[in-house]
Structures are given as C-alpha cells and as structure tokens.
C-alpha cells in the first residue's frame, strides 16, 4: 500500500523559506507513469495546487507561485522535496503531498499524505 | 486559470438522501474532471476521475455525470460517514484547480 508522509519545520519566520519533504513508501518514486505533487489548504478554506515534479526532475508550477518555488525529487531516499521563499503570513496553510496519476490527457491526485500545518510567524 | 465553480456551497441533508452537487469550469475543460471528499481533519480522498470513473474502493452510490457545462456529483442513499465537503477539480490546464467546495451536513 503507497503511503506519503510530509515533513519539515511547521513554523517558519516571515522572509524565510518554507521546506518540506515527502517520505513515499510502498513503491518506487521513479516508477514510470506517475508524478508527484504539492498541495495546499489555508485552515477553513479550499485546496491550492502548488506544482507537480516527475521522477526526471521535470517540473510545472503554478503561474502565481513559480518565482518562489523550487521542487526536487531524490530518488535514493524515495522522497521529493518543495522549497517556498520569502514566505509571508499567506503561505499559512496544510501543506499535502501526493501522487498524480495520468488519466488519459488528464490526471488525478490518487494518494495523498496526512498533511503538515506550516504557520508563518514571527 | 480555469475557475471551478460549485453549487451549492453547503447543504443539509439526511440518511438515506440522495444528493447532487453541481461544478461549472469557466472555460472547456473536456472530460478532465474529479471529485474528492474531505472530512475534517483528513486529506482529501480521491472518489472520482475523469468525469465518472469510480476510483477504486468507493462505493457505488457514488456517481459522476456531466451535464452540457456541468458536472454532477451524485450520492444516493446517504450514510452517515458521507458528511464530508466535497470538491471538485480540473486536470485539462495548468495550473490545476479547485473549486471552493460544497460542505454536506446534517
């Protein structure tokens, strides 16, 4: 059974760069056909897709976030990893890793980490 | 980006119900469509993709539709670990995207 476990600071100072990690176990993270996914959830509100990075390294960003976020996968540890500068009282959220899997032309979010709540805060 | 646009934003409901939550994209968006429900919490739980594909694990009186513009979720026979929101999303364009959600209660 595919299991995803985010990690990382849950409190981050206002400038600063959020880091996080997703641990995958269950199965290979360069297993071809899937990628790998961030996504965020402000408390009380709705879902933000932050990127998707593929076991090459390739990545897709979301327009608005793109300057400030990096995304990387190591293989040797089956984990990838989401980087956030200069992060602001905004950046306030559940941040949810997950696995992307192609549907036809499209895709879906099929397995999806507990979540790790990251407060920026001075 | 494509806006996601689910009515209605909450409703109440009872066992044994059937209900229908409605997602409207602001552009075409082909049969790139999912659901997921939420509990609070818990991440989300993918139930459907591309359009009316059960994923697998979720029960039958799940169901996915598209109607012209609208995409329909459909539950029949609520129970009682169906009280969850429930979102919509698209897989046709970059940047993927949500809809706000339709919370189902009691």
């Known amino acids: 059974q595919l299991q995803l476990q985010e990690s990382g600071s849950g409190l981050v100072r206002p400038s600063q760069t959020l880091s996080l990690t997703c641990d995958v176990t269950g199965d290979s993270i360069i297993n071809g056909g899937y990628s790998w996914t961030w996504i965020r959830q402000p408390l009380g509100r709705g879902l933000e897709w932050l990127g998707n990075i593929y076991h090459s390294g390739t990545t897709s960003f979301s327009p608005s976030l793109e300057s400030r976020l990096t995304m990387s996968v190591d293989a040797s540890k089956n984990q990838f990893s989401l980087n956030l500068t200069s992060v602001t009282a905004a950046d306030t959220a559940v941040y949810y890793c997950?696995?992307?899997?192609?549907?036809?032309?499209?895709?879906?979010?099929?397995?999806w980490g507990q979540g790790i709540l990251v407060t920026v805060s001075s | 980006d494509i806006q996601m646009t689910q009515s209605p934003s909450s409703l109440s409901a009872s066992v044994g119900d059937t209900v229908t939550i409605t997602c409207r994209a602001s552009q075409t968006i082909g049969n790139y469509l999912n659901w997921y429900q939420q509990k609070p919490g818990k991440a989300p739980k993918l139930l459907i993709y591309g359009v009316s594909n059960l994923e697998s694990g979720v029960p039958s009186r799940f169901s996915g539709s598209r109607s012209g513009t609208d995409f329909i979720l459909t539950i029949t026979s609520l129970q009682i670990e169906d009280f969850a929101t429930y979102y919509c999303?698209?897989?046709?364009?970059?940047?993927?995207?949500f809809g706000l959600g339709t919370k189902v209660d009691i």
């Open positions: 997950a696995r992307v899997t192609t549907v036809g032309r499209g895709d879906c979010f099929d397995y």
């Open positions: 999303q698209q897989s046709s364009t970059t940047p993927r995207t």
